[in-house]
């Protein structure tokens, strides 16, 4: 398995979960609605959209989760609420200009 692969498999899960497109899954995690269709296409990414979009995931998938528990299935309320800066998620990439390469490797 390769870094991309993975994160590949954890945004299907997302958006089947979820029932949102792959395009807004980019969008809102890193304002780039073509940044899985590059991922797909076997393009590189950087440690630190990774960790980004990873962070993203984490934090939506617990908001939409909680929100289920409490009964909030309004598809409203599960739009663009939430997106927040790299900043605003606690991630930090000490070394931001590594990438991940086309085969999916660290580089």
Excluded: Y
Aim: charged share 30%; proline share 2%; glycine share 10%.
């Amino acid at each position: 398995m390769t870094i991309r692969d993975d994160l590949l498999r954890e945004i299907e899960a997302f958006t089947q979960a979820f029932g949102l497109a792959e395009t807004s899954v980019g969008s809102l995690a890193l304002k780039d609605s073509r940044f899985v269709a590059r991922l797909r296409a076997h393009g590189g990414a950087s440690i630190r959209s990774v960790e980004r979009v990873r962070a993203w995931l984490a934090r939506e998938s617990a908001r939409r989760s909680l929100g289920d528990l409490r009964g909030q299935n309004d598809h409203a309320d599960r739009g663009l609420r939430g997106c927040n800066s790299h900043a605003d998620a606690g991630v930090v990439s000490p070394e931001p200009h590594h990438r991940i390469d086309d085969s999916g490797q660290a580089a």
